[in-house]
């Protein structure tokens, strides 16, 4: 998912995107964190969803493909360190 800093990425590669960064969302074990990624990508996608000059597109799009490596990154770190008890919030929800 790669695309140079001068080719606009394709509404499907945005969406694909979008996609992939509420995958790694779910990676988190800790329930604070996952819903703040999810909300996170959300605001941001529709902050720049107004966005017209391709070169905009192309950099917020460079930086969403940062953040998604960071968050891989993350989600491992997190996911050795599991909190030993569940969020109240968690208990709340009945299992999916």
Request: hydrophobic residues 35%; aromatic residues 10%; charged residues 20%.
């Amino acid at each position: 998912m790669s695309a140079s800093s001068s080719a606009t990425p394709s509404a499907a590669q945005v969406r694909s995107l979008f996609r992939s960064l509420q995958r790694v969302a779910r990676n988190f074990p800790d329930y604070n964190i996952r819903e703040y990624v999810k909300r996170r990508t959300v605001d941001a996608f529709r902050e720049n969803a107004t966005l017209s000059d391709p070169s905009s597109i192309s950099s917020a799009f460079s930086h969403g493909e940062s953040q998604l490596a960071l968050l891989k990154r993350q989600a491992l770190v997190y996911s050795l360190y599991t909190p030993s008890l569940r969020s109240v919030m968690e208990l709340q929800q009945p299992p999916f």
